[in-house]
């Protein structure tokens, strides 16, 4: 099951030094498990546990049901309600009932969103902390399910990740993101390719009337509606032609508001789509899209749950034969396959996680099978978007595994004056640098903001020598199509640090080796003496400390063959600008 380092003499002395990675994952060897706290939600400047809103919902609820029992008294009620009965009668009716293609459809729309919601609560674990400013300095976020963070030492973004339950999270271990993310982004691709058919197939036929509201009537129907569910006296079904105005409201907001909000700030989340859009990535920030995205995801859990309750409560026979079966009728022709894909969705709930741990490699390709093709694509968006001195973060999280060896405590001790940086492999002219030959070289300087994987960002002035000039340089060959970049640290758990990026995107306008940030020396936190930056990929990817650059045709005979570090032993992707 282990990938043992492959490396052939030609390469740099570092990539001796690369680990082999384990096609599983092994939890003696995985980040140890630290709970989080129950989440809470700002108010001013009180944090409330969310765990209020189970008695406050009850409280409502209790007081919902009386005040609309009481409301039906009213003569003034009762004529509302008879005028406005819960169905807008100017709306169209629906001819077809529930043709077998949107019975489909909602199983595979079911099917699929447990694999979301999952991954995503696994996804949000890995940063429990959501901001509604550009960066995200501790104390200013809106909610969070961890702690708040430690003063007096080293806090970084992998420390402050938590534990999901593997019942819950998509594989319910601590900073499994790399897995989570495969699971989010392929299932949200076939989700994605769902509804549009969805789409087109409701506005080819009359599906459409059952969802769109037609008139204003809607209005009053849907209070009317409300009423009547709240009294407890719940109005007449007629969906099988038409929903109710309440239900017409509550799936038009679901599949035409939040659906599509949820995928535009799902990509607006990330650097290559985020950087390439200017003005609009600037506003809407990827806090700012985290937080609505959110948002979005919360209303879809409380519709399901909801939606969930109401097709028991109201009438489980009839919404199973129309939903299931197809048919209008009084039988229970429906429950046989209803309780059939409700197997179907607790046999995958159930072996999801487990399969991932132990098949950590399969998900990992598997993924880039299906989404990888659209993050290489992303890659040749050119990452122009640059802030100003104002943007720049009062906070930029560390993280990473700091590099511990007497060689580097040396260079330390000695400002780096000793630091020579190596550039050959499939070069013209192997050349060795010193700091301040690199620092004598032309200088770019830019504002731009960082896109760590596990969720967070922060905006940073880096200054440094642009990549293309050190290529400009040396010359790669044409046979060299990849740039790794071995870092002076090891990684989280043994061999060295190090990482690989297509030759054509060291070219990018933005692509430096950094020796600045924020108008002073990269401090050894953040990468000293040089790290890269690449606007267009995650920060994972921007390796620190960097010891080392080879040109490569390929990457498969280094480490495990991934293309880098995380990519072997986190099952990441080694394109990563989505």
Request: proline share 6%; charged share 15%.
């Amino acid at each position: 099951m282990t990938n043992p380092p492959r490396v052939t003499p030609h390469h740099d002395p570092l990539a001796a030094t690369l680990s082999a990675a384990d096609d599983r994952v092994l939890l003696s060897h995985w980040l140890p498990p630290q709970e989080g706290i129950v989440p809470r939600i700002r108010v001013g400047q009180r944090w409330i546990s969310v765990l209020w809103a189970l008695p406050l919902g009850f409280a409502a609820l209790i007081l919902a049901i009386t005040v609309a029992q009481s409301l039906r008294e009213y003569p003034e009620v009762k004529a509302f309600i008879t005028r406005y009965s819960g169905i807008a009668q100017a709306a169209p009716s629906v001819d077809s009932g529930f043709p077998w293609w949107l019975r489909a459809q909602h199983f595979l729309n079911m099917f699929f969103m447990m694999f979301i919601i999952r991954a995503g609560i696994q996804i949000l674990a890995d940063h429990p902390r959501l901001y509604w400013k550009r960066d995200c300095t501790p104390g200013t976020d809106w909610f969070r399910f961890q702690h708040p963070v430690p003063t007096g030492r080293v806090w970084t973004a992998k420390d402050d990740s938590v534990t999901i339950p593997g019942w819950l999270g998509i594989p319910g271990i601590r900073h499994s993101i790399g897995l989570a993310r495969w699971w989010h982004f392929s299932v949200n691709l076939l989700w994605t390719v769902n509804g549009i058919t969805f789409y087109a197939l409701i506005f080819s036929t009359d599906q459409w009337r059952r969802l769109v509201p037609l008139t204003w009537e809607v209005f009053p129907n849907a209070a009317s509606t409300a009423i009547q569910y709240a009294s407890l006296n719940f109005p007449i079904d007629h969906s099988w032609t038409r929903y109710n105005a309440l239900q017409q409201l509550t799936y038009f907001i679901t599949v035409f508001v939040a659906a599509p909000v949820s995928i535009a700030t799902g990509l607006l989340q990330r650097p290559a789509i985020s950087n390439r859009l200017g003005w609009t990535g600037r506003v809407l920030n990827r806090q700012v899209a985290r937080s609505i995205h959110f948002v979005s995801f919360s209303w879809f859990v409380l519709f399901i749950l909801a939606h969930g309750i109401m097709v028991f409560v109201t009438s489980l026979r009839e919404n199973t034969n129309h939903m299931f079966a197809g048919v209008e009728s009084n039988s229970w022709i429906g429950l046989l396959p209803f309780i059939l894909a409700m197997v179907v969705v607790g046999v995958a709930w159930a072996v999801a996680s487990p399969l991932t741990l132990r098949r950590a490699r399969l998900v990992q390709h598997t993924g880039k099978f299906m989404v990888g093709w659209i993050k290489g694509l992303a890659e040749w968006w050119d990452p122009r978007s640059e802030l100003t001195e104002k943007d720049i973060s009062p906070y930029f999280w560390p993280n990473g595994t700091m590099p511990n060896s007497a060689e580097f405590d040396g260079l330390v001790d000695n400002k780096f004056a000793q630091y020579r940086l190596r550039v050959g492999g499939l070069v013209e002219h192997a050349q060795e640098f010193s700091l301040a030959d690199i620092k004598a070289m032309p200088k770019q300087e830019q504002i731009t903001t960082h896109f760590c994987i596990q969720g967070w960002s922060g905006v940073a002035k880096w200054g440094g020598v642009p990549m293309r000039h050190i290529l400009d340089l040396v010359k790669p060959t044409a046979d060299a199509h990849y740039a790794v970049f071995y870092s002076l640290a090891d990684g989280g758990e043994s061999g060295r640090y190090y990482d690989a990026h297509k030759v054509h995107n060291m070219r990018h306008e933005l692509t430096i080796l950094a020796y600045e940030m924020n108008g002073e020396p990269v401090s050894v936190l953040h990468g000293a003496p040089l790290r890269l930056r690449c606007e267009n990929e995650l920060g994972f990817k921007m390796v620190k400390w960097v010891a080392a650059i080879e040109f490569v045709h390929d990457f498969a005979d280094l480490g495990a063959g991934q293309g880098g570090y995380n990519e072997d032993h986190e099952f990441y992707g080694y394109r990563m600008p989505i």
